[in-house]
T-cell receptor, first 112, second 116 residues
Framework: NAGVTQTPKFRVLKTGQSMTLLCAQD?????MYWYRQDPGMGLRLIHY???????AKGEVPDGYNVSRLKKQNFLLGLESAAPSQTSVYFC???????????FGPGTRLTVL | AQSVTQLDSHVSVSEGTPVLLRCNYS??????LFWYVQHPNKGLQLLLK??????LVKGINGFEAEFKKSETSFHLTKPSAHMSDAAEYFC??????????????FGKGTMLLVSP
């Protein structure tokens, strides 16, 4: 039981490049979330999903897209990376009735 | 809307002395409250969770937190700090919707420094 895993762990992009971050969970959780962590800001919600095929915007969605084609996977895409998207990205999952979210190890992204 | 304020960005203690990390929250609902810990270059680990069953919540590694509704506080304490406690701590409030999913609001974090 791996819990929540994220791929890749590190990535460096140039401005304007695109990439996709993959989150996978093996706990059969219904709900999945993408956050970004910036120094002194805590974690802020980018997008979330309440089930396969559904997504919704969080607090800071601009510049990101997401897809949830399979229940166990939640993808975060950057179509045209900007230096402001340099951050650490965390994925999390949870399941009713508990509201406890379980976090992945994070992806450190640098945009030059 | 919900919000979380961690009153100290940094707390420094000596090994073996008590730890107090302060958190105040606001929520329109009866909230769930969490403390998460993040060690350097690591992910987030759940320390403890309050869900209204008991106001004093015990967590892992000797930490506990007390929910005080009148003060809208959820402070984290530990009687005796250990070097391995050095990390960043996040106070979090949850707004669980009727449909089951939750939205978490994070405080900005408190960095705990432990000196020998």
């Amino acid at each position: 039981n791996a819990g929540v895993t994220q791929t890749p762990k590190f990535r460096v992009l140039k401005t304007g490049q695109s990439m996709t971050l993959l989150c996978a969970q093996d706990m059969n959780h219904e709900y999945m979330y993408w956050y970004r962590q910036d120094p002194g800001m805590g974690l802020r919600l980018i997008h979330y999903s309440v089930g396969e095929g559904t997504t919704a915007k969080g607090e800071v969605p601009d510049g990101y897209n997401v897809s949830r084609l399979k229940k166990q996977n939640f993808l975060l895409g950057l179509e045209s990376a900007a230096p402001s998207q340099t951050s650490v990205y965390f994925c999390a999952s949870s399941n009713y009735p508990t509201d406890t979210q379980y976090f992945g190890p994070g992806t450190r992204l640098t945009v030059l | 809307a919900q919000s979380v304020t961690q009153l100290d960005s940094h707390v420094s203690v000596s090994e073996g002395t008590p730890v107090l990390l302060r958190c105040n929250y606001s929520s329109s609902y009866s909230p769930s409250l969490f403390w998460y810990v993040q060690h350097p270059n690591k992910g987030l680990q759940l320390l403890l969770k309050y869900t209204s069953a008991a106001t004093l919540v015990k967590g892992i590694n000797g930490f506990e937190a007390e929910f005080k509704k009148s003060e809208t506080s959820f402070h984290l304490t530990k009687p005796s700090a250990h070097m391995s406690d050095a990390a960043e701590y996040f106070c979090v409030v949850s707004d669980q919707r009727d449909s089951g999913y939750s939205t978490l609001t994070f405080g900005k974090g408190t960095m705990l420094l432990v000196s020998p």
